[in-house]
Every structure is written in C-alpha cells, then in structure tokens.
C-alpha cells in the first residue's frame, strides 16, 4: 500500500498528472502516518524538493466550505490575502481560487497536494461544494492536483452525491489490522527495542535482551493476547505500553511483567463498577430495588415512586440494619444517581411532569451490579441478601 | 504510604505536595509518572473520572500549582459555549507570552483557534515544556459543537505543539464517546474515599480550642448517622461544621467533660437527625440553622423551603384541591361506589385484573374533565354549593399556583381537563 501511494504521488508530483484517492481504514490503522511516511519518502528524492505545495486540512476544524476556503487561501498565500486576513465573499474566494489553479498548466506550475482528514465530515458539508471543485479541478487537465482524502467510514462512497462521485477517480486503498498474534507479538518487540545508536551501549542492550525475555515470558503473552483479541489496532497497543513504560524509574529501569499486568489491569477497568462501588448504601439499595423492578416487568421504564415503593418493602419486611428514612431524602440520593447518569431519564422533563412520576431506565447491566456489590466495602448483609433473592416473596 | 519521587522536580517540592493532597498519594504519583519530565512529550489526552467531592480538581490544581507546571486551567460550566471557552483559552495563555498587554483576541472557530494557539505556545518562556490544557466539568463538552470533543483529544496532532489535554467529570468515558470513534484518552480512575480516609480528612480541620481525640470523636458520631445515606466530602464538610457548636454546648456549659461520650451522644443525636431532615435537603439555609441551634426551644414547625404549612388555601380551594387529588387517583368506575349514596354492586371485570399490579398511585395523576371535579365537589362538601363564578375562579388560580396543571389545548372541545399536581402527603396537610 505504501508503494501504491508513493506511486501516485510521484506521478502527480513529477509527471504533473491529477489524481484522487481515498484511504479508507479503522480508526488507529495508521493512515496518517502512512500518508506522511510516503510524503517525507517522496521529499527525499531529489526532483521534487522544492515543488510542491501541500495543504493539511483537517476535517475537524473546517466546519463548514467557508472555513476551509479561507484556510486554503491562507496556505496558499495568494495575491489577495493581506498579513493573515481574507477578504471576498465566499463565491469570489473560490472563483479566485480556481483562476489560480486554472491558469497554470503542466509544464511551469507548482503541483499542488490536498490532505483531507476526516474526509466524511467534509462530506457533511452543505452541497459538497468544495469536494465538487477539488474533484473537478483534478480531472481538469490544468494545474496538477492530488486530493488525497483519510477516512474510517467503510461506506463513504454512498456518501457522495452522484456528481462528485463521477469525478472521483475510484482509487481507494484499503489499511485492515490483518496481522495474527505472533506478527503482533515481533511488533510488540520492535516498538519496545531500543535502536542501537544510543550513546549509553552498555544499558541499551541490557534492555533489549530484558524485552526478548518479556516476549517469551507467559505471562506478558497472555496479557497482549488478552488486548489483541479485544482490539487488533495499534493504538491500544501503544497506550499499554505507555503505561508501563511510565513506571520505568532510575530505582527500576526494567519494564517487568508485573508491570504490564497493572498496566492492563488499568486499561481494562470496569469504569461503571468503579462509579458504583462510590455510592453510599442507600444509593445502593435504589439500584437493587430498580434490579428488581426491572426483573419483575421485563425492562419497562420505571418511576422514582415505583422505586420507593420497593425500597419500602424492603424496609419493612427484611432490613434489620437500614432505618427508614424520609422521601425527600431518598429523593436526593436518586438525584445523585440522576447526575452520575447511572439512570436516565426516557424523554426531557417537561414543566408540567412532576419529578416523582417522571420514566426513566437504568443504564447498569444485572452482572454488573452483582459484581460491583461483591466488591462493594462494608456492604449490610441484608442489603447484599436482598440483591441476590429471587422474588418468591412478592 | 509511598513517597512521591521524581528526579525532575525537586525533593523539598514533592514533600510540600505531599502533605497537601492526604489520601491521594497513589494518585499522584501516577501523574507524576505520566507527566514525565518537563520537556517530555506525554499523552494526547488523559481522562479523570470520579464521584462528585473526591479531589480531582483540587488534586490537578495542587499539582500544576506546586510544581509550577504551565497549564491553563477553565471550567466547562462558566465557559458554556465554544466561543467562550476558546477565548478564555487564548486570554489565559497570554500570561505566558512576553507580550504585557492582555488583549481581546476574538476567536471563533477551533481553525482560529489553532492558529493563534501555535503562535501563542511559541513564546520563549514555555520552553518546550509540556502545557497542560485542564477542562473542568467536561461532560458539557458534549453539549457544544460536535467537532469540540474530538478536536480537543487531538490537539497535540492538529497543533504538532507539546500539549496535554486533561479532561475531569463525574460520568464515565463510555458515555463520551462520539459515534465515529476518536483518539481514545488515558482514563484514570480517582477512587472515592473510604471511611477511614474521611475520617482522617475530616479530622484535620478541627478547630484550636479542642483537642484533636476529641473532634475525632464528633466525627465518628457524624459519620454514624450520615454515612449510610451519602459519602459526598463537601457535604460532611459543612454538616460537621454546623453542628460542632452544638456537640460542645454540654461541654461549655459545664455539664460533661470532654470524654463523657454518651452523654455527648445522647446531645447530639435528635439534632443530627434534624438536620438530616432540613440542612442535609437544603430546606432551610445554614443561618437559619444556627439561629435555631442558638435558640435551643422547641424543635418546632422548621418553616422549610418545601413546607406545606406556606400556602395558605381559602375553604373552598381546599375542597377543590381534595377534589382534583381524588379525581386524579381514582379510576372513574370507582366514583359510583364512593359518592353516591345507594350504589350498586361492583362488576369485576377481566380488565382489573390485568393491570393489578401498577396502582394508580405509582403510575402518576390522570387527567380528569371539569365536570367530573365539580361533580366530587359537589359531593364530598356538605353544603349545598352553587356554580358560580367563584369556584371557577379558584380552579384558574390553583392552575397558577401550580397544583393543578391543565392537560392538553386551551380550546378543546369537550371542556379543559386538569391534573393534580401535589402528593399525598400535601393533600393530608392541607385537609388537616
């Protein structure tokens, strides 16, 4: 894949010719630093140093065509940008624009590179206008134009009007994670290894020989056979890392595999279950009795009266250790679990709803509430019976 | 309990920290370890998530503070909108640049944005150190534009600067996350205090006068009762100082000496069960608690803010109230049996016995039409009462009172219908 768009960017950029394609890959497969790896490869070769211009326009920060038509102005420092501001309305921008790079023809313009990242947002915008003209412009024969768009969006082909698509050259290189467990394992070897050009020989090779032992250590395969079969991308992979990494002091300059234990024990925490085990008993017994409530009726929203009513129940017929405490107090631990969005309400609050009857869901899972409570400190024990009863008693 | 190291900063800084953050010490030797040296690329973007009152923000500040890290630090809530938060951003950034004006920099869009920030980073007195971006209450960050949240996890891509983006809530990462996907942050998790640590925290701040055994006593009572019901730091805070004044009155009055616990106990417990009721639901302010602690009569009608002893309903808008509240609750085949006064046999059809389970009382007021609450008006009040135009009156101010709530168009054509809005036990109160 490298070859191929090193191909086609030489060919724009040497043979003048205007291309267009799409980099179509998961999130964290490495486009982006495919794309640079093959720009930084292209500027090495002697005949294009100094020829070509690029524009890097993030999708993220064009909102809209206007936006990015100043921005490109602004890269291109044409003749009507004064100091940085841009002024014309946005039809005589992009007239302007197009003049520019309508006028130069093979033999004596620059060749120009057109990065667009997050190319479905662009998609997004009011006409695709701007992909209309930067399409057009590259089958046009004038200045030679490579569009070059990033996208994670299998279906984006389906996202194009039908007039941008027929000028679309349907180039599109595909990046998939389709490596297996043990070219993953060489790669976690490779990103660990320090290169040999390091001034300090002696514990760059201690440390390389520690990180051979590592990938044959069954514990560490383990761990990375865990993260592999969650997510095949790199990126993970690399926050792991970090994580361990970090704990790399002057005491303990060895990455162990007791570090990577923690390190994946971090990255895999159950954040819910940690937001739980804050709550305070009575937070606790809410949750339980919504549990129950949506056992008994099938996952039918509930009501805070519903819920109260059950808290009752329990009060009165099993808890030896829970006092009863008044509504307006248990109104409030509701709220908190209202705020921490462990509840959520169906439809926005109205004015006239009172807050009492207003439905809602619970957003925590049955095993996740029973595993929480097993960590849970100081749980009561009727507390922790009556989460696990079955409801013969109703 | 491990002691923060670091060969960057300085022993005697990490030691001050230290004693500044009790309990939080893992924590912050994590950060440390994540931030790295100062000149040191780290994370994009890190996560904090935690309960409300465990220590994230004041942990972050301490931190950037004590070791005189270059951050900027803006809270999402006061910075509601884009254009705020970016500005406010670039505003606090200028205290690092050499420029000695602080100008209004107008920015709109996060294009702008990048651009004046790679030329505000560029000052000589950042250095290349690491700048540390800190968004407080960031789950309003989802209610802005929807390029916000994915651009600030990026930054340090889209702007190629060293900078770090920290992002602190309560709500989980899970519900964060935009639909496409984005750059996945470190999530790291502050853990909520456990009884002994609020202990121990709580008990630093006890007052000169007393000795330390002594508060530690107060707050083993406090936490007794209010533990169960909430863990929340701020609120123990406040409650414990409310109440201390009133735990040592034994004390200052002579009657018990300092270890006298269960007479101490015996003190204090009904008046922390009131404030459980009043100051702990912010029915009444803490002034007014302190002068009724200061009066030490009765316990008295507190006068709270959801107080039903408030409003005060002219006769007949009491019937009517009770009216409505009967109309709302009950089912309209039951009216018979009630207020008539020779009714019939109750047919029992296969439509109760399906809907058994949900009484009317869970689910909630129906609506009702006008006639059929004048129609219980008439019967419940003993007199006879005429339609005038009274009674229609007070049905309007009720609605503006907010106790009745008038249920679909102004112009329906079988006649307005209401709902009671208020609950049984107001209705219990106001038939008093």
Known sequence: QHRNLLELLKRTTIHGESNSVLIIGPRGSGKTALLNHALKDLKEMKQVQENLLEHFLPGLLQTNDKVTLKEITRQLQLENVVGDKVFGSFAENLAFLLEALRKGDRASSCPVLFVLDEFDLFVHHKNQTLLYNLFDVSQSAQTPVTVVGLTCRQDILELLEKRVKSRFSHRQIYLLNSFDFRQYLKIFKEQLSLPAKLPDNFFAQKWNSNIQRLTEDKVVQEVLQNLFHHSKDLRSLHLLLMLAVCKVTVHHPLVTAADLQEASKHYRADSRANIVHGLSVLEICLIIAMKHLNDVYEGEPFNFQMVYNEFQKFVQRKAHCMNNFEKPVVMKAFEHLLQLELVKPIERPTVRAQKEYLLMRLLLDNHQIMDALQLYPNCPTDVRQWAASSLSWL | ?432
């Open chain 2, 1 to 432: 309990m491990p002691n923060l190291e670091h060969p960057a900063y300085p022993a005697a800084k990490l030691l001050q920290l230290e004693s500044l953050v009790p309990c939080r010490e893992s924590q912050v030797s994590l950060l440390l370890s994540i931030f790295g040296e100062r000149e040191q690329f780290s994370f994009p973007s890190i996560f904090i998530y935690g309960h409300r009152a465990s220590g994230k923000t004041y942990v972050m500040h301490t931190l950037l503070n004590t070791l005189q890290l270059p951050h900027v630090f803006v809270n999402c809530v006061e910075y509601f909108t884009s254009r705020l938060l970016l500005e406010e951003i670039l505003i606090q950034l200028q205290r690092y640049s050499e420029a000695e004006q602080a100008s209004h920099v107008p920015c709109d869009t996060l294009n702008d944005f990048v651009r004046l920030f790679k030329q505000a980073v560029a000052s000589r007195e950042l250095q290349d150190q690491t700048l540390y971006i800190v968004l407080d209450r960031a789950e309003q960050l989802r209610e802005m534009e929807a390029n916000i949240l994915p651009s600030f996890l990026r930054l340090q891509e889209l702007t190629d600067r060293n900078v770090t983006v920290v992002l602190l809530s309560e709500i989980v990462w899970e519900l964060f996350r935009p639909n496409n996907g984005c750059l996945e942050p470190v999530t790291l998790y502050f853990p909520d205090y456990s009884i002994g640590h609020l202990q121990k925290i709580l008990s630093q701040n006890h007052p000169p006068l007393y000795s330390a055994d002594f508060y530690a006593a107060y707050i083993n009572i406090l936490l007794g009762v209010f533990y169960m019901v909430c863990r929340d730091l701020k609120e123990l805070q406040h409650l414990a100082a409310l109440n201390f004044s009133k735990y040592c009155e034994p004390v200052v009055r002579g009657e018990a000496n300092e270890r006298d616990t269960r007479k101490l106990w015996k003190n204090i417990e009904p008046h922390l069960k009131k404030a459980m009721q009043t100051v702990y639901l912010r029915e009444i302010s803490s002034s007014q608690w302190e002068r009724l602690q200061h009066d030490d009569g009765e316990p008295g009608q507190l006068k709270g803010l959801s107080a039903h002893t408030h409003v005060e309903l002219p006769y007949y808008s009491k019937f009517l109230l009770i009216a409505a509240y009967l109309a709302s609750y009950n089912p309209v085949r039951t009216d018979k049996r009630f207020f008539i006064k020779h009714h019939g046999k109750i047919r029992k059809t296969n439509f109760m016995k399906k809907h058994e389970k949900t009484s009317n009382h869970l689910l909630g007021p129906k609506p009702f039409p006008l006639d059929r609450l004048l129609a219980i008006l008439y019967s419940i009040v003993d007199n006879r009462v005429a339609p005038t135009a009274n009674i229609f009156s007070q049905i309007t101010s009720l609605v503006t009172l907010q106790l009745l709530s008038m249920v679909g168009h102004n112009d329906q054509l079988d006649g307005p219908r209401y709902k009671c809005t208020v609950s049984l036990d107001f209705i219990r109160a106001v038939a008093r």
